[in-house]
């Protein structure tokens, strides 16, 4: 749930926000933010892996460690001066270190259910985590219209310490 809010929230909002709030142009926010879905591909690729291989198929640990350092490049976004290469490799590493979380949940819960039930394991992590994704719709844009900007990033932190929490 709280994964998907905060992929979905970047991946929603972030161009109205550096529009609005550092001045970049629709295209200069729009190229920024392409690096969002690469930095996913790359990241659940290297989660996979360093949950294979570095973590002997543990995957609670790459889930907070991805975790943690989301919030970290989330704060970062927000704390930045408005330089559009910083913000792309920002927006790359939010991307890259939610993206992780994101496909190893539902390998998890996959692989800790019965083989039996796996695929209902799977088909509820993701139910769930679509909830998240339509919580960052309406809910998180009347948080950031009666908050602003400081309440959106606000909630963004407040998501991923509760999915480092959960995990």
């Not at 690469?38 to 892996?49: M, Q």
């Not at 198929?57 to 989301?70: K, S």
């Amino acid at each position: 749930f709280f994964i998907y809010v905060i992929r979905t929230a970047i991946n929603d909002w972030s161009v109205l926000y550096l529009v609005e709030t550092k001045g970049y142009s629709l295209f200069a926010a729009g190229a920024c933010v392409c690096w969002f879905e690469v930095g996913g591909i790359v990241g659940s690729l290297a989660a996979g892996w360093a949950s294979d291989k570095l973590f002997l198929g543990r995957r609670g640990p790459v889930n907070i460690l991805f975790t943690l350092a989301t919030i970290g490049a989330l704060l970062g976004l927000w704390a930045s001066p408005g330089m559009p290469i910083l913000d792309a490799g920002l927006i790359f590493l939010i991307g890259f270190f939610t993206f992780g979380p994101q496909m190893l949940i539902g390998m998890a819960a996959a692989e800790l259910s019965h083989k039996k039930a796996a695929g209902t394991a799977t088909g509820f992590t993701g139910w769930l985590a679509y909830f998240g994704a339509a919580s960052a719709g309406y809910p998180l844009g009347k948080m950031t219209q009666d908050y602003g900007w400081h309440g959106f990033f606000m909630v963004l932190a407040l998501c991923g310490v509760a999915s480092i929490a959960l995990l």
